[in-house]
């Protein structure tokens, strides 16, 4: 079972780079979900999505962009790297629960530093 | 938006001792996640609360909600150093964007042998 799964693991981007994060799952979950966790911080929310063809910002979405054109994918996109982007990046993807909460599962991240 | 805050934000304790690492939630909690993560690596499921007063177990640790203090507890009896690591909290939000999960700072746990 492959789960979630993120590329490239690590990357170093040089300041004004641009890049995609890619993240896909293969079990069928609607809800995905990119995080970002700084040193010795807690997961804070970028953008999630609740389905195919929508997006919703967390709380930190500035710099970045998302697109679901797929229930399997969602793929992050940096503009312009700065060097405050330099952090490890999860995503994430989980069921509709009805009301209920459902297991959300996460990738084992990509680490990104910009110099 | 729901803040959830930890505490303690990090703890040392020698093996075998009991420890307590405790999740807040600014606003009402309609189910919670505990993960643990391991230096550099992802995140790992322990286990989901869905309704107050609910308590769940897997080998030493322990979790309880308490909907009415809007607070999750975790607790390992008799530690080992393979229960070293970041131990997360996360949260369902309540309102109109319950599809979004939120998750606490962290608490940063070190056994020593």
């Known amino acids: 079972n492959a789960g979630v799964t993120q590329t490239p693991k690590f990357r170093i981007l040089k300041i004004g780079q641009s890049m995609t994060l890619q993240c896909t799952q293969d079990?069928?979950?609607?809800?995905m979900y990119w995080y970002r966790q700084d040193p010795g911080m807690g997961l804070k929310l970028i953008y999630y999505s609740v389905g195919a063809g929508i997006t919703d910002k967390g709380e930190v979405p500035n710099g970045y962009n998302v697109s679901r054109s797929t229930t399997e994918d969602f793929p992050l996109r940096l503009e312009l790297a700065a060097p405050s982007q330099t952090s490890v990046y999860f995503c994430?993807?989980?069921?509709?629960?009805?009301?209920?909460?459902?297991?959300?599962?996460f990738g084992q991240g990509t680490r990104l530093t910009v110099v | 938006s729901q803040e959830l805050e930890q505490s303690p934000q990090s703890l040392i304790v020698q093996e075998g001792k009991n420890l307590t690492i405790n999740c807040t939630s600014s606003?009402?909690?309609?189910?919670l996640y505990w993960y643990k993560q391991k230096y550099g690596e992802g995140l790992i499921f322990l286990m989901m609360l869905q309704k107050g007063g609910e308590e769940k177990s897997h080998e030493k640790i322990t979790a309880k909600l308490d909907e009415k203090k809007q607070q999750s507890s975790l607790h390992i009896t008799a530690s080992q150093p393979s229960h070293a690591g970041i131990y997360l909290c996360g949260a369902k939000n309540s309102g109109g964007s319950n599809y979004k999960l939120t998750f606490g700072k962290g608490t940063l746990l070190t056994v020593n042998p």
């Open positions: 079990m069928n979950h609607n809800y």
């Open positions: 606003k009402t909690l309609y189910g």
């Open positions: 994430a993807s989980r069921p509709p629960g009805q009301g209920i909460m459902t297991e959300a599962f």
